[in-house]
């Protein structure tokens, strides 16, 4: 009986990790679908806005209960915020003007190759026979994919800049998740997020203002609202939520493995919504930088 229960609490821990990646692949869709309805800033901000509006109600008693810590720990939140908040979504959607979903869903995978070069800058942790393996695969595979399979294209520069743009926020995101590791034990998951919200929506505030006041204003058709309401409502919370689940039943590495399958919900939307072909080099690129992702980080929970 017990094996039972057990059996069926690691199912639901793998389905909710699927649920929350299959949610978060939506957020590439959008970012390449939109690129010429909303300004890559304003959906951002308008994407954090719905969040902070949505998430009000499960988590202010919590922030308005922790202040004192809060307060404490303003200029860590800060950071935090700008990275994970301000910066990382805004330059997916940045990135979203010059290159393809499939794209931005491979690139993204990448951040536990920059975790493990930067926790060697900072950390000093060495960098293992796998974990060089791992790194070496990860960046053959970003390169031939950026690349188009070509890398002597590296020495003209003509490729997608919004590659480049992913591969930035990809790095960034990798500051931010090391970051996260290091919250304060007194402060909640409910109190951190939603403060982390609120500063990195006043970060973007000028830059969403300086948007507003140089391109043409935003013309909010069904199909732009939709797509708000989807990132700040199910990307934004609900896989969040969903994801938190699957960490506490079958914990946070065997979670993060279900992210690698990323690319591979993000692909078919792309192929069924934005008419996106997949090509052999795509198939490439996911099996080198999967591969290389698992060969560093097996040594890494090895040591």
């Known amino acids: 009986m017990i094996n039972r229960q057990q059996n069926r609490q690691i199912l ?37 806005v719905v969040a902070v509006i949505v998430f009000l109600p499960f988590a202010l008693k919590p922030l308005i209960g922790e202040w004192d810590i809060l307060k404490e720990n303003l200029p860590y939140l800060s950071l935090v915020a700008l990275l994970g908040v301000t910066l990382f979504n805004t330059l ?100 951190f997020q939603l403060s982390t919200f609120l500063l990195g929506l006043i970060f973007l505030f000028p830059f969403f203002v300086w ?10 058709e069904t199909k732009t609202v939709l797509s708000i309401l989807y990132i700040g409502i199910f990307a934004s919370l ?5 994801w938190n689940k699957a960490i506490m039943m079958v914990g946070p590495s065997k979670a993060g493995m279900i992210y690698y399958t990323l690319p591979l919900f993000s692909g078919l939307l792309a192929y069924f919504f934005l008419k996106e072909e997949i090509s052999m080099n795509h198939f490439y690129c996911v099996l080198l930088i999967v591969s290389g992702i698992f060969t560093a980080n097996y040594e890494s929970r090895k040591v």
Request: aromatic share 14%; charged share 10%; hydrophobic share 60%.
């Open 12 to 48: 639901l821990g793998y389905l909710f990790a699927l649920g929350a990646t299959a949610i978060w692949s939506g957020n590439f869709i959008i970012a390449r679908g939109l690129n010429e309805s909303i300004p890559p800033i304003s959906l951002a901000f308008w994407r954090w």
């Open 92 to 191: 997916i959607y940045f990135a979203g003007h010059t290159t393809s979903a499939i794209n931005l869903s491979l690139i993204s995978i990448t951040f536990p190759v920059f975790i493990v070069i930067l926790s060697r800058i900072f950390f000093r942790e060495l960098i293992t026979v796998n974990k060089g393996i791992g790194i070496v695969l990860v960046a053959t595979g970003v390169v031939l994919l950026i690349t188009k399979g070509s890398p002597s294209q590296l020495l003209n520069l003509s490729f997608a800049i919004g590659d480049v743009w992913m591969l930035l926020a990809a790095f960034i995101f990798a500051i931010y998740s090391m970051l996260v590791k290091r919250k304060p034990e007194k402060l909640s998951v409910w109190a």
């Open 211 to 220: 948007e507003y006041a140089t391109v043409p204003p935003v013309i909010f």
């Open 238 to 242: 609900s896989a969040f939520i969903l």
